[in-house]
């Protein structure tokens, strides 16, 4: 069973929908809490980072980290048909620092 | 800004040959991190560097290997080519907390 658990999907929404995404992990020892979009063929990209529980607002995306249950999610409001991509949950510990583990990413659409 | 850098994009060989894969990282970023990526799968770590010194290791195959140089650029070496090494190689740099990635680079072993 993997570390980081992720739904693959595909999820589709309609535009100006709110998505969704979440994942849920195993190691307690997680302190460091990524989202990564990425598109097609393309390199990850980074677009919230967190440490430990709680929740983080940057323009559109929302991240929220509840550690006592595990789980991690990331809001996008007013999703746009180029939100349609890949998004990654990533995650790593301080004993263990830089190694990330992903999840298996979950494919987004928005439709026009 | 600037980004991760690698080079090449895309890169062909066959079965038994060797293939040099090259990461410039995001300037003043002290860490480098590589990653293999197979069709339809999530990122996994091969090593990582900081300050020139290793300072993990992931699943990373015996017939590869990798270094950081002074001047923090990493280079990827894997020899002894398999069909299954075909994947995204991914070059990641960070200086504090976040890993930035790079393009990739697409490596076919026919």
């Known amino acids: 069973q993997k570390e980081v658990e992720q739904d693959p999907g595909p999820l589709s929404v309609p535009e100006g929908a709110i998505v969704s995404l979440n994942c849920t992990y195993s190691?307690?020892?997680?302190?460091?809490f990524m989202w990564y979009r990425q598109y097609s063929r393309k390199g990850p990209e980074l677009l919230m980072y967190?440490?430990?529980?709680g929740n983080k607002e940057d323009g559109r995306f929302t991240a929220q980290v509840d550690k006592s249950s595990k789980y991690i999610s990331l809001f996008i409001r007013d999703s746009q048909p180029s939100d349609s991509a890949t998004y990654l949950c990533?995650?790593?510990?301080?004993?263990?620092?830089?190694?990330?583990?992903f999840g298996a990413g979950t494919q987004v659409v928005v439709t026009p | 800004a600037a980004g991760v850098i690698q080079s090449p994009r895309h890169l062909i060989k066959e079965k038994r040959e060797t293939a040099t894969l090259k990461c410039y990282p995001i300037?003043?970023?002290?860490?480098v991190y590589w990653y293999q990526q197979g069709p339809g799968q999530d990122p996994q770590f091969l090593i990582s560097?900081?300050?020139?010194?290793?300072?993990d290791k992931g699943s990373i195959p015996d017939r590869f290997s990798a270094q950081q140089f002074s001047d923090y650029h990493s280079e990827l070496n894997m020899s002894s080519l398999e069909l299954g090494d075909s994947a995204l190689y991914f070059c990641?740099?960070?200086?504090?907390?976040?890993?930035?990635f790079g393009p990739g680079t697409r490596l076919t072993v026919l």
């Open positions: 990641a740099s960070s200086s504090r907390n976040e890993q930035f």
């Open positions: 190691n307690s020892a997680f302190q460091y």
């Open positions: 967190t440490y430990s529980s």
């Open positions: 990533a995650m790593t510990s301080t004993d263990s620092w830089g190694k990330l583990q």
């Open positions: 300037p003043r970023h002290d860490t």
């Open positions: 560097f900081y300050e020139k010194m290793q300072s």
